[in-house]
């Protein structure tokens, strides 16, 4: 008798390891944790069914494919509850601590602004007029009075 593959048997270790790899390499501050999420449980799902499958005739499919979609399963779970609990974390984190992101970086834009403001303020200070002048290639109409040197009695 021929095995036949369970009908999830690659599809439900891709979504694993996608899954996975979302969450830990590419899941950058939080907002891919939902498409993560929706993998982990698409996979736990199509590999609930493809055992129940399996459990009804384990004859007509073989245990390496059983094997593979146990071990997507197990991937699948893992991913979905880590997912889980980030997604509650961050949920928690901005309703209930009334974190205003908006706001906090308009504040650090602000806050930058004024010090390049500043910033520039004390260069324009610094540099006289005669710079200036150099630039546009006109005769410099400051006038520089050089204390004379004190003489020791």
Sequence with gaps: MQHHRLPADPLVLILGVTSLFILFFVCCCGFLIP?????????????GKSLRL??????QY???????VSIGKI????SAIINGIL???????????DYDIIEKFSNQNL???????????????????????ALFKRP???TVAIPAPKTRP
């Design 111 to 133: 806050l930058q602004q004024t010090k390049q403001i500043t910033t520039r303020a004390k260069d324009s200070v610094v540099h006289d007029s005669v710079y200036d002048d």
């Design 140 to 142: 410099s109409t400051d």
């Design 35 to 47: 498409f993560s999420l929706g993998l982990a449980i698409v996979g736990w799902v199509l590999a």
């Design 54 to 59: 399996y459990d009804v005739d384990p004859q």
């Design 62 to 68: 073989s245990e390496g494919s059983r094997s593979i």
């Design 87 to 97: 997604a509650l974390l961050i949920t928690v984190f901005f309703l209930f601590l």
């Design 75 to 78: 991937l699948c779970m893992i």
